[in-house]
């Protein structure tokens, strides 16, 4: 099969779930740690940090999709990260609850979403590929935000 017929994912797991992303879109991940708090700022940004001389932006994807936070074992903590993903020219971290590894999927394979799909809404989701164990979902990076939350992120990490 051409390299081009598949999908190449960087696949997570947040609450019971596991969710892949387009390798293209994720610059790097980063172990997890402190965020500054940003006051007055949406309830799904968790707040920032400093990588090298960028000021990212952190999401709470627990808070932007409604999961519940699960408590994390020591082992499982050492396992969650933060994905530091290109959205329209911004870097943008997202909190994971634990890294997988990157994963070939065939484009075919991927299925549009269920209309009735728990969790997330589906405006998030490129699609679902079922595994033997359940299925994977597909995140849509670029439908994460609104252009209105965008700039609310940028005026967030500009204060």
């Given at each position: 099969?051409?390299?081009?017929?598949?999908?190449?994912?960087?696949?997570?797991?947040?609450?019971?779930?596991?969710?892949?992303?387009?390798?293209f879109d994720v610059r790097e991940i980063?172990?997890?740690?402190?965020?500054?708090?940003?006051?007055?700022?949406?309830?799904?940004?968790?707040?920032?940090?400093?990588?090298?001389?960028?000021?990212?932006?952190?999401?709470?994807?627990?808070?932007?999709?409604?999961?519940?936070?699960?408590?994390?074992?020591?082992?499982?903590?050492?396992?969650?990260?933060?994905?530091?993903?290109?959205?329209?020219?911004?870097?943008?971290?997202?909190?994971?609850?634990?890294?997988?590894?990157?994963?070939?999927?065939?484009?075919?394979?991927v299925q549009p979403p269920p209309e009735?799909?728990?969790?997330?809404?589906?405006?998030?989701?490129?699609?679902?590929?079922?595994?033997?164990?359940?299925?994977?979902?597909?995140?849509?990076?670029?439908?994460?935000?609104?252009?209105?939350?965008?700039?609310?992120?940028?005026?967030?990490?500009?204060?």
């Open positions: 099969m051409a390299e081009q017929d598949q999908l190449q994912l960087v696949t997570f797991q947040l609450g019971n779930e596991i969710y892949g992303v387009d390798i980063q172990r997890r740690q402190e965020v500054r708090p940003i006051p007055n700022a949406p309830p799904f940004i968790e707040g920032i940090f400093k990588l090298r001389k960028d000021i990212i932006p952190v999401i709470n994807l627990h808070r932007r999709f409604h999961i519940p936070e699960p408590e994390l074992s020591e082992e499982d903590r050492l396992l969650s990260g933060i994905l530091i993903l290109e959205i329209d020219r911004n870097k943008i971290g997202v909190l994971i609850d634990k890294v997988l590894r990157v994963v070939s999927i065939p484009h075919e394979k009735v799909f728990t969790g997330i809404g589906t405006e998030y989701i490129e699609g679902v590929v079922q595994q033997e164990d359940g299925y994977l979902i597909v995140l849509d990076v670029h439908r994460l935000f609104s252009p209105k939350e965008l700039r609310q992120i940028e005026r967030t990490i500009a204060r």
